[in-house]
Every structure is written in C-alpha cells, then in structure tokens.
C-alpha cells in the first residue's frame, strides 16, 4: 500500500507549501494536494474541497497530476470543464464533515414529539449563494402551509450574514444569520425538519449533518445529495421549485412518526460514513492502485 503524506499551506507564507513528511526526509509513494495545486517530483493526487473554484491557470499541472479527487459527480463536472481534463481522471470521494459534534449523540427522539413544526433551511455563507439556492420557493411553500396545512409551523433560515430576499422576513421565520459549525448542528437538534429547495449545491454536507443527527430531510431529487435521502426512512425528495409539492412533502414527512424513529436509528451509520476514516480509506485504495498500475 503506498505512503500517502498530505501537502500543506504554511501559516506564515501562503505561497510555499510545506510537505508533511517529505520534508523531514521521509520517502513517499504518492503526495496528496488538499485544495493546493502544485507539482512535485512524486506521483500527486489532487482532493478539491474548496467552495472557491480552482483558477484555469492551474490547469497544466492538473493535467500532470496522477488523478484528482471531487466531493460528487457536480464538482467531478465542474472541475473537468475549467481545467479541460478528462472525467475519468476525477474520483468521486463524498467529503466527512467538518465539524465532528464534539462526541455529542442525536438529541433524544423525544424532543421531536407532534406536532412537529420546526423547519431549519441553513444556506450558503454568502447572500448570492443563498439566494441562489433557495431561490423564493421556500418561503413560497412556507406560506402554504401555514395557510393549508399548520399555522403554527416555523421557519429557521440560517448561514448568510444578510438576509438573502427582498422584504423582512415573514411572520413565523426566523432568520439567525451567519451560524458557526458548532451552533448549525445545536440548531438541527432542535429542529424537527430539514429543508433544502434547490439542487444548486456542490454537495450539501447541512444534509449530511442532519442525517446524521436523526433528523429527516426533504430536498430535491436531482440534489448531489439526493442518494442519501431514502423516502420513507430519511425523508422526502421533490421536484425543484414546485412550492405546492414542496409543502406537501414537508407536511407528510412531518406526520409520519415511524420514519422518525427509522431514521433516528440510521444516525450512527450515517455519521460513520460522513466521517474522515471512510474518506482517508476510499483516497487511499484510488491512489495505491494508480500508483501500482504506474509502478508494476
């Protein structure tokens, strides 16, 4: 199995990578370049987690690159358009989350006895990016159920510093701005749903998070995502910007007890596959055998 060592960004110059390992005279196989571009004398994999799209002028050392590696299909697209590389040089590796909860479990199932009412939407840092996800149909399906369905239900908007549509925020939502890693997760425990109502996200690792928090979530069907949403057991999936549908998805899956409880119980499997071990494990099978296949 080859000896993958990471390539870092030292702190104090931005511009000189530091390599961990190699630089105190340890032997390598491969180097893994983690949202860095650069070219080294040892066969490199590049892991692009980075929200900020890779300059074009990186290009030509991706091409010299022994592979890549993207959070989803999205970003394998999007990477191989900007740089012109070929697809089936990208490998799809789903990213862990970031945030690791501090040990805590779900919150007890309890707190999520009917009527359930919370909604938590948690978008994009920016008030483009959020704007352009939620794109109004959130709150056009949240006037409907207030008005069809439950005039109690509330919604939480979260993640950008400004509030990202026109007007003040309606009765019953409640926007919190900006929200650390720490303080996203206290808010899905203590949220009954999760709702996301457009497919414009690289990958949607608040959906991870919920998931893995035993919270159900209702998102569209041609997400990156969407594969990890099962109806019936996590939650629903929607076509993008239908309110109505959206409304009724959420009203359902907010009713629906033994989904609840099914997808309480596929917490911990959920949190161990949005973990770094099952990450570090998937990079170093794709990278030992490209490796091997340039060696043997």
């Known amino acids: 199995m ?73 970003r394998a697209r999007s990477l191989a358009r900007t740089w012109g590389i070929a697809r089936d040089k990208i490998h799809v590796v789903p990213p862990a989350l970031v945030r690791r909860q501090n040990g805590r479990k779900p919150a007890p199932l309890r707190i999520r006895q009917v009527p359930r009412r919370k909604l938590l939407y948690i978008c994009g840092k920016s008030r483009r990016h959020c704007s352009l996800l939620a794109d109004q149909v959130i709150l056009d399906a949240f006037r409907i159920l207030r008005r069809e369905y439950d005039p109690h239900v509330s919604l939480t908007i979260a993640g950008t510093e400004e509030w990202p549509f026109a007007g003040s925020p309606p009765g019953g939502v409640y926007f919190l701005g900006a929200a650390s890693p720490d303080v996203a997760s206290r808010l899905t425990d203590s949220h009954d749903l999760f709702v996301m109502p457009s497919s414009l996200e690289p990958y949607g690792l608040a959906f991870a998070d ?6 159900p979530c209702v998102i ?77």
């Open 210 to 215: 919920a998931l893995s928090r035993g919270v």
């Open 2 to 74: 080859a000896d993958v060592v990471d390539i870092a960004i030292h702190p104090s110059n931005p511009g000189q990578p530091t390599l961990l390992g190699a630089s105190r005279g340890a032997r390598c196989d491969a180097v893994l370049l983690i949202d860095f571009v650069a070219s080294v004398p040892e066969p490199f994999f590049i892991y692009w987690t980075s929200q900020e799209p890779p300059a074009v002028a990186d290009s030509a050392a991706c091409e010299r690159a022994s592979g890549l590696f993207a959070e989803s299909d999205w």
């Open 220 to 296: 569209p069907g041609t997400c990156e995502m969407f594969g990890a949403i099962t109806p019936g057991i996590s939650g629903a999936l929607v076509d993008e910007g239908d309110a109505w549908e959206l409304a009724a998805a959420i009203a359902s899956t907010l009713a629906d007890d033994e989904m609840y409880h099914r997808c309480y119980e596929r917490a911990p499997a959920m949190a161990a596959y949005f973990s770094w071990e099952r990450v570090a494990r998937q990079i170093t099978q794709v990278i030992s055998r490209e490796v091997g296949l340039m060696t043997g």
